[in-house]
Nanobody
Framework: QVQLVESGGGLVQAGGSLRLSCAAS????????MGWYRQAPGKQRELVAT???????NYADSVKGRFTISRDIAKNSVHLQMDSLKPEDTAVYYC??????????WGQGTQVTVSS
């Protein structure tokens, strides 16, 4: 079982920055992939960014060049630095972990609101 706890969401003006953090209850060495997804009202949950055990990263086209995902192995955590935020980035952001290549775990979500 993997528990994920997100933090760092909030309200920011367009063009501003936020940094999301996700703390895992297990060593992230035991996790295949960690990532961030988001879900806006009335829309499906979508991938934002992922990072593998080998530190390979993947980003949605809509956030490339603005968001950066990183890992802190010592703290078993993953971060999402979000810069140049836009109103369309407003959503609930969820941390995700994949273990044993087939088990998905989710955090409770953190709200990000970008005002225009």
């Amino acid at each position: 079982q993997v528990q994920l706890v997100e933090s760092g969401g909030g309200l920011v003006q367009a063009g501003g920055s936020l940094r999301l953090s996700c703390a895992a209850s297990v060593s992230i060495f035991s996790v295949n992939v960690m990532g961030w997804y988001r879900q806006a009202p009335g829309k499906q949950r979508e991938l934002v960014a992922t990072i593998t055990g080998g530190s390979s990263t993947n980003y949605a086209d809509s956030v490339k060049g603005r968001f950066t995902i990183s890992r802190d192995i010592a703290k078993n955590s993953v971060h999402l630095q979000m810069d140049s935020l836009k109103p369309e980035d407003t959503a609930v952001y969820y941390c995700n972990a994949v273990r044993n290549y087939n088990r998905n775990y989710w955090g409770q979500g953190t709200q990000v609101t970008v005002s225009s």
